[in-house]
């Protein structure tokens, strides 16, 4: 899930000259996602060699995703759920908030990020919070752990599937030899920090 490395992981990809897809584009792909239309995000993958962020991080996706690509690699970010939580409500409100409290369903509403709608519209999508409490923490949080659990069951036993916490030590190294790449750094980059990364 976002919030979780995936601007660094982006990062070393690309400087391990793989062609990202387009977030822009993978984005505004949310409205198939919410109608179950996999096919769409498919195709998509047919652009570029790796991917991040939505629609890739949303539950699921690497589910039909596997089903499409069964020999691709899959990397499952993870981080400690307080950190987790603390971090999304701390890049949520200095994006679409005053900075300081969590957004409101009317700051999301008004938010022009992609256009105006697209933040309300992508977290009722995933996060199905009460809409006078769109960062209720017992909710967000039940369903983040949630989607680490079945990832990491689902490819508890397949060799193509890496789960690394950037923040540890090794981690870069653990996924430059799941990409059989050599290593340019000792640790990864750590990029899009927020107050709370």
Request: charged share 25%; net charge negative.
């Given at each position: ?26 984005e ?5 996602y919410k109608k ?11 652009n ?7 629609p890739?991080?949303l ?29 999304i ?8 908030s005053?900075g300081i ?6 700051d999301?509403q ?11 519209k992508?977290?009722r999508?995933?996060?199905k919070?009460?809409e ?8 967000l949080a ?10 990491l ?18 981690s870069y190294?653990q996924?430059?030899?799941f ?7 000792a ?11």
């Open positions: 899930m976002n919030k979780t490395g995936t601007t660094s992981v982006e990062h070393v990809l690309k400087e391990f000259g793989y062609a990202l897809g387009d977030q822009a584009q993978g505004l792909l949310i409205d198939d179950n239309d996999w096919k769409s995000i498919i195709r998509f993958c047919q570029a060699e790796a991917f991040q962020d939505l890739f991080s539950p699921y996706t690497w589910l039909f995703l596997y089903d499409a690509f069964p020999d691709a690699k899959f990397i499952l970010t993870i981080r400690d759920e307080e950190k987790w939580y603390q971090s409500c701390s890049f949520h409100s200095k994006l679409f005053d409290q969590v957004p409101t369903k009317e999301l008004k938010a022009t990020y992609r256009y105006k709608g697209f933040t309300w992508s977290h999508a995933v996060w919070t009460p006078n409490d769109p960062y209720n923490k017992k909710i039940a369903i983040y752990n949630r989607h680490n659990e079945d990832v069951y689902f490819f508890k036993d397949k060799l193509n599937f890496l789960c690394i916490d950037v923040s540890e030590k090794g190294s996924l430059a030899d990409l059989n790449k050599q290593p340019l750094h640790v990864f980059p750590h990029l899009n920090k927020t107050n709370n990364d």
